[in-house]
C-alpha cells in the first residue's frame, strides 16, 4: 500500500505528472517578437505600395520649368553710303559704248591727240550746225590755245539719262594747277555708238 505522503511528493513535483509521454513539449515564439515581425512585415509592404503609386502617378505638384529660349543675335543693319567717285585724271582714250566713254574719248581727243579731226568724229550729225563744236576747224583753234603736254581731269556727273555736268580742271605739265571749265553736255545714241549732242557752257 503507498503512503499517501510518497504520492504527494512523487513525479508530480519534478515537472511531469505520471501519465505524460517521454517527448518535450513543442516551444512557441513568445507574443512580443510576433508582433514585432508584424510591424516590420506592414513598413516594408507601406514603402514599397508607395513608391510603386509614386512611380505609376508621377508627382503631380512638380511643374516642369518652362524651357528658357535660346538668345539670338540679330545683326544690325548696315548702312549703306553712297560715295561720290572723285575726279579722273587718268586721261582716259575713252569709247563710244556710253554717254560717259564718249565724252572722255571727246576730251582725249582735244587734250592728248590735240587733234581737231579725231574730236568731230565724236559729234553727232544731228547737232546744230551753227554750234562752234561742229566745225573741225573751230576745234583746232581751241586746241592750239592750249599748251602742249596739258594734263586733264574730269569730274562727271549725270543729271538724267544722257545729259551730264561736266567740270574740267586743267593742269601744266609739271603739275601746277590751272583754269577750270564747267559744262553740260548732253550726249545720243546713233547705229549703236553714242556720240555728243551738244556743248554748253554751265
Not at 507601406?46 to 508627382?59: H, M, P, R, S
Not at 556710253?98 to 587733234?115: D, K, L, M
Not at 603739275?175 to 557752257?201: H, L
Request: proline fraction near 8%; hydrophobic fraction near 40%.
Amino acid at each position: 500500500m503507498t503512503s499517501p505522503i510518497a504520492r504527494a511528493a512523487g513525479p508530480s513535483r519534478s515537472g511531469m505528472s505520471s501519465g505524460s509521454s517521454s517527448r518535450p513539449a513543442p516551444t512557441t515564439r513568445p507574443p512580443r517578437l510576433r508582433r514585432r515581425l508584424l510591424f516590420a512585415f506592414a513598413a516594408v509592404f507601406a514603402l514599397l505600395f508607395g513608391a510603386l503609386i509614386a512611380v505609376l502617378t508621377g508627382d503631380d505638384s512638380a511643374t516642369p520649368a518652362a524651357a528658357t529660349p535660346a538668345a539670338t543675335t540679330t545683326a544690325a543693319p548696315v548702312a549703306t553710303t553712297t560715295v561720290k567717285a572723285g575726279p579722273d585724271c587718268t586721261m582716259s582714250a575713252g569709247d563710244q559704248d556710253s554717254g560717259e566713254g564718249v565724252i572722255a574719248a571727246f576730251e582725249h581727243a582735244y587734250y592728248v591727240q590735240r587733234s581737231g579731226t579725231a574730236a568731230h568724229a565724236l559729234i553727232s550729225p544731228d547737232a546744230p550746225s551753227t554750234a562752234p563744236f561742229t566745225v573741225a576747224a573751230n576745234l583746232d583753234a581751241g586746241i592750239a590755245t592750249v599748251p602742249d603736254g596739258t594734263r586733264y581731269c574730269l569730274d562727271l556727273d549725270a543729271l538724267r539719262p544722257g545729259v551730264f555736268a561736266l567740270t574740267i580742271t586743267e593742269s601744266s605739265a609739271d603739275g601746277v594747277p590751272g583754269t577750270q571749265y564747267r559744262q553740260r553736255i548732253t550726249t545720243t545714241e546713233v547705229d549703236g555708238r553714242y556720240v555728243i549732242a551738244s556743248i554748253d557752257a554751265a
